[in-house]
């Protein structure tokens, strides 16, 4: 059996590197489902990995519409777009994972392979941070989110039919139901028939209410299920609106209100920015530590056609 020597603290660090070959194709390999912004918001990693901005440009209504003309005629109508330009700042982000010398000592000794669960923690910790900036952003940073954006619509909600409240908690199914069709419809009208919001996002606490309340008594159908049947995106093209509970929608709304969220989710319409992933650096030596540093660099969420998206608060 080989023991450690004199030289144990670079035996330890060569130990490591070479173990990381090892632990990084394992940690890159593992899908982590309980973050929800690879599903939610398109990840564009196109560009440069050191790059400290992007700009972009943020597209409203288009202006212009088709009309008949003479065959030797010089008036050809031409569409046209008011363009906004937008920028999201690149900002660098870190984490990482050690061991200390008696534990690495110990591995290489008796020949023992060094587990992940310290690389796959730290990793869980990269997705955490990249989840919360997805959909929220980066408040210190002055970085908005998918559901915090200034460029989005925001709604709200209407009363029920007592006037007494707006909450959900408070309103019929037909009520709430109405609720999901007006902010819908108010993408695909106020585009004039362009857009159609393909997502519905809900606090968890709505989301739970909606997939437990039934119709009546009598039915075993929930709300979700009949608001996931007559909304109006379905009834126009016949597919599944998706409807999912996130965090950070409880206080997202003016004043601090629930927020519901709906768009469409592709990448011409929103997406985040993540031009390095998490890299992990070579391992190293401080003192009786021994560090893996990682390193990634994010920008906010753009939204390029925020037409296709709206707020509605008060809910």
């Known amino acids: 059996m080989r023991m450690m020597t004199h030289d144990a603290p670079s035996l330890a660090l060569n130990f490591l590197r070479t173990a990381q070959n090892y632990i ?22 196109t560009a440069p990995e050191w790059t400290t901005r992007i700009d972009f440009f943020s597209m409203g209504d288009d202006v212009g ?64 941070f990249v989840d919360q900036v997805a959909f929220v952003g980066r408040p210190k940073l002055g970085m908005t989110g998918l559901v ?7 709604l709200t909600a209407a009363n029920n039919a007592a006037n007494s409240s707006a909450l959900w908690e408070n309103k019929t199914s ?16 106020g585009s004039n028939g362009i857009e159609q919001a393909d997502t519905l996002l809900l606090p968890h606490t709505l989301y739970e209410l909606i997939a437990t309340r039934r119709l009546t008594d009598q039915q075993s159908t929930t709300l979700l299920e009949h608001i996931q ?26 004043g601090g209100t629930r927020r519901m969220v709906v768009y469409r989710r592709d990448p011409s319409v929103v997406k985040i920015h993540i031009p390095m992933p998490l890299r992990w650096l070579q391992a190293e030596q ?22 296709a998206a709206r707020y509605m608060d008060g809910i």
Do not use: C, W
């Open 65 to 128: 519409e088709a009309r008949e003309f003479a065959p030797d005629g010089d008036d050809i109508p031409f569409v046209d777009f008011q363009l906004d330009k937008g920028d999201s700042r690149v900002f660098m982000a870190g984490i990482g994972y050690r061991y200390n010398l008696q534990e690495l000592a110990h591995a290489q000794a008796y020949g023992i392979r060094l587990d992940t669960d310290r690389a796959d923690a730290a990793r869980r910790k990269y997705e955490l």
């Open 174 to 189: 037909d009520e709430i139901v109405k609720d999901v069709n007006r902010v819908l419809s108010a993408v695909f009208i």
């Open 148 to 154: 915090t954006s200034t460029s989005v619509v925001a």
């Open 24 to 45: 990084e194709p394992q940690i890159y390999r593992r899908e982590y489902p309980d973050f929800q912004y690879r599903e939610l918001v398109p990840v564009d990693s």
């Open 286 to 307: 401080r003192l009786l530590k021994y560090e893996v540093p990682g390193v990634f660099r994010l920008g906010g969420v753009e939204f390029r056609r925020p037409g």
């Open 229 to 254: 049947r007559v909304n109006v995106f379905t009834a126009r093209t016949g597919r599944q609106l998706i409807i999912r509970a996130v965090f950070g929608l409880e206080t997202a709304g003016a």
